[in-house]
């Protein structure tokens, strides 16, 4: 018979979806907590800075999950990001997926760098050399 094209796995595909959903309801969370601490003065505006630098870092990220945990909180599971600091593949399906990939240009470029990272082309399948947008 003729060949089978493969198709998508669309149940991975939805269980990224909804990785991504439950991201995003942490994400919310963590920016309510971020709010809070500054707000009520836990946290000054250096503190805050400072705050954010470590943060953006695998690094900063471990040692602020390494603080957590001396204070008794369970720590953030990591499951989703590899060492690299990337997401999954099935993550990055996901936010191509999301209503942003498209419309907002600075989401759809960081989601375009992270797909050439992990799969060496863009989305739509473009070498990075191919890339002028």
Known sequence: GPPKIPTP???AQQAAEQRAQDQQKKLDEETKSRAY???????SDDDMKEFRFMAGTASGVKVLLKLRELTGEKS????????????SKDDLYAMTADTKYGRDA??????????EKV???DPAGQSPGMLGR
Do not use: H, R
């Not at 601490?37 to 946290?43: A, D, R, S, V």
């Not at 600075?106 to 797909?115: E, I, R």
């Open 76 to 87: 953030i599971p990591m499951d989703t990001v590899s060492e690299s600091g990337l997401p």
């Open 119 to 121: 799969f060496g082309t």
């Open 106 to 115: 600075a989401f759809t470029k960081k989601v375009d760098g992270m797909f």
């Open 37 to 43: 601490l500054k707000n009520t003065g836990i946290l």
């Open 9 to 11: 796995d669309t149940s």
